[in-house]
């Protein structure tokens, strides 16, 4: 073995090595030391379905729907109710944004529950949709009495910053039919325990239930070793501005607490704040809901 000044060539290599992971690691440490948890920004939304009979019209309210979204600036947003066209203005108005979503009679028809999502931030990684029915992948299926076709849009994100992957879920439950309701919470919690691999989840919607129905405890129901959810709301460390009446029917803010708008999110978020969004401009209200935005932070993706 070739030996200079008491070291072996094997021994410097050695120390060399020791040497270069020393300075890979002191380079390295301060960014893990200070890489940021992921924090979504995730807002519920019923559009109200666009229309220029009588007041309200979409012509009138469509920039005051813009500015109430911007006012916010979430970084994904479910919508209910809105229509192809409806969905298309608001595609144009928020160029930061793109979408996902299907029409509940299948393609372009009838209304969407589509899902917005900033698309320099984010980068889907699948998507689906499903009715709320007792056949779910029947297009348009209602099997529980509703007069309207229900159903459920789905996409996993990946967060390009830092890698992680997500869900967002998207629907509307019926209004009239309190079993239809019943059995949408039941399947969708069912459906959502089917995703491989389990990944963090938020599910926004219109739930046409307040937060004292049974539909509230469905969605929220824990089985050992399953996913959960948890209403952010209930969870929030603060919130801007009192709980009131989310659907207020063009009638604005009230003493009623009817909360049927929701953020649900699984245990591996805690939710920092949120608030029920009671934007308006001149007394021109962007929908007949008030939208409820919550502002997330991932504990563990795991």
Request: glycine share 6%; hydrophobic share 35%; charged share 25%.
């Amino acid at each position: 073995m070739y030996i200079r000044d008491g070291l072996s060539v094997r021994a410097v290599s050695v120390i060399a090595l020791g040497i270069c992971a020393m300075i890979l690691w002191a380079v390295l440490l301060p960014a893990i030391a200070s890489a940021e948890p992921l924090r979504l920004r995730v807002m519920s939304f019923n559009l109200k379905y666009a229309s220029e009979r009588g007041t309200n019209k979409w012509s009138d309210r469509r920039h005051v729907l813009k500015n109430a979204i911007l006012s916010e600036e979430p970084d994904l947003f479910g919508t209910q109710e809105g229509l192809y066209s409806q969905i298309k203005d608001i595609d144009d108005d928020l160029p930061e944004y793109d979408w996902i979503g299907l029409g509940r009679a299948g393609g372009s028809k009838d209304e969407f529950m589509a899902i917005f999502y900033k698309r320099e931030r984010f980068e889907p990684m699948g998507y689906d949709h499903f009715w709320l029915s007792d056949t779910p992948n029947v297009i348009g299926s209602r099997t529980w009495g509703n007069n309207n076709r229900r159903m459920v849009t789905w996409v996993r994100f990946r967060d390009k910053a830092t890698g992680v992957e997500f869900y967002h879920w998207n629907t509307h439950f019926d209004h009239e039919v309190q079993t239809a309701r019943e059995k949408s919470a039941d399947l969708l919690v069912s459906e959502l325990r089917k995703t491989k691999p389990v990944r963090p989840v938020v599910v926004t919607g219109d739930f046409n239930a307040s937060q004292t129905n049974i539909v509230h405890k469905k969605m929220l129901a824990r089985n050992e070793g399953q996913i959960y959810l948890l209403d952010a709301w209930d969870e929030a460390e603060t919130h801007d501005g009192k709980q009131v009446a989310t659907g207020h029917g063009w009638r604005g803010l009230s003493n009623n607490t009817r909360r049927i708008d929701w953020v649900l999110m699984s245990p591996q978020f805690r939710c920092k704040r949120a608030e029920v969004v009671t934007y308006q401009e001149n007394g021109q209200y962007p929908s007949d809901h008030f939208p409820v935005v919550c502002d997330l932070e991932l504990l563990h993706s795991e």
